[in-house]
T-cell receptor, first 116, second 114 residues
Framework: AQKVTQAQTEISVVEKEDVTLDCVYE???????LFWYKQPPSGELVFLIR????DEQNEISGRYSWNFQKSTSSFNFTITASQVVDSAVYFC?????????????WGLGTSLAVNP | NAGVTQTPKFQVLKTGQSMTLQCAQD?????MYWYRQDPGMGLRLIYY???????DKGEVPNGYNVSRLNKREFSLRLESAAPSQTSVYFC?????????????FGDGTRLSIL
């Protein structure tokens, strides 16, 4: 069965601190996709990144970086020099390309509060 | 650049009333999804439609029906609303022919059942 675990329910940091959000996944598929979405207080879901199972390169986008490690089934997300605008709930999700299905399996989310 | 449009954005119903949530996408996506989001539960899939003319149950389909009216539109119907269906509902779509695509989400419908 597929499963995504975000063990950190809530994290609180002070502005400019670095923070890492953990994501551990379970799947028997050899081909799969991992995603991070951000949900700010306004409620919409904002796509951040997609990574496929064959691409273990880490990615950096501005203050955001992602560390994908198949050996530990983890896809962790780091925010460097956090800002108040980073306050949101962050979701990790897993998808297997089973036919036209592409259902997403979601973690429960990590609520990040960045305090000034 | 509308993307995925959900209507209404907010709704209050009384127990037993019926309602249809509308979702439309203008990105020529083939697959569409309905999720509900509850505190502490994350997003849970209600129904999905892999292509026009097909629908399948997700994780929590009880109490809901769906219609894939055409390629653009995917509606979710509550026939007899219950307080347990108070939630935020998200519609999403994707073009499964491109493995680089993420699901695109609407802004959500906040539904309260009294």
């Amino acid at each position: 069965a597929q499963k995504v675990t975000q063990a950190q329910t809530e994290i609180s940091v002070v502005e400019k601190e670095d923070v890492t959000l953990d994501c551990v996944y379970e799947t028997r598929d050899t081909t799969y996709y991992l995603f991070w979405y951000k949900q700010p207080p306004s409620g919409e879901l904002v796509f951040l990144i997609r990574r496929n199972s064959f691409d273990e390169q880490n990615e950096i986008s501005g203050r955001y970086s992602w560390n994908f490690q198949k050996s530990t089934s983890s896809f962790n997300f780091t925010i460097t020099a956090s800002q108040v605008v980073d306050s949101a709930v962050y979701f990790c999700a897993l998808s297997a390309p089973a036919g036209n299905n592409r259902k997403l399996i979601w973690g429960l989310g990590t609520s990040l509060a960045v305090n000034p | 650049n509308a993307g995925v449009t959900q209507t209404p954005k907010f709704q209050v119903l009384k127990t037993g009333q019926s309602m249809t949530l509308q979702c439309a996408q203008d990105m020529n996506h083939n697959s569409m999804y309905w999720y509900r989001q509850d505190p502490g539960m994350g997003l849970r899939l209600i129904y999905y439609s892999a292509s026009e003319g097909t629908t399948d149950k997700g994780e929590v389909p009880n109490g809901y029906n769906v219609s894939r009216l055409n390629k653009r539109e995917f509606s979710l119907r509550l026939e007899s609303a219950a307080p347990s269906q108070t939630s935020v509902y998200f519609c999403a779509s994707i073009w499964t022919g491109d493995s680089n695509q993420p699901q695109h989400f609407g802004d959500g419908t906040r539904l309260s059942i009294l």
